[in-house]
């Protein structure tokens, strides 16, 4: 029964590292693409006087910041429900 119950957790740690390596591989996937998008638009909107880098940066920044400040108050309100427990009434 112990290496069974070994060869078990072995199994979920490996399975556990697997999603991990896809979170962040899916992670740099919507990075690409945001930046990506965020430089065709920059070379599809020219803003006399504005380099091609400063309008991608803008845009970056535009697209991102929002998305990453969603995404802290989002962990902020799990982390704080998980505190509270599930008998809390909360």
Do not use: K, N
Not at 9 to 16: S, V
Not at 37 to 64: E, N, T
Request: hydrophobic share 50%.
């Amino acid at each position: 029964m112990r290496s069974e119950e070994r060869a078990a957790a072995e199994e979920r740690r490996r399975i556990i590292r697997r999603a991990a390596l896809y979170t962040w591989g899916l992670f740099a996937t919507a990075m690409f693409v945001a930046f990506g998008g965020a430089a065709l638009v920059a070379l599809l909107v020219p803003v006399p006087g504005v380099s091609f880098v400063r309008r991608w940066l803008v845009i970056s920044a535009l697209v991102l910041v929002p998305a990453t400040i969603l995404y802290l108050i989002q962990r902020y309100r799990e982390s704080r429900r998980v505190a509270r427990g599930r008998d809390s009434g909360g």
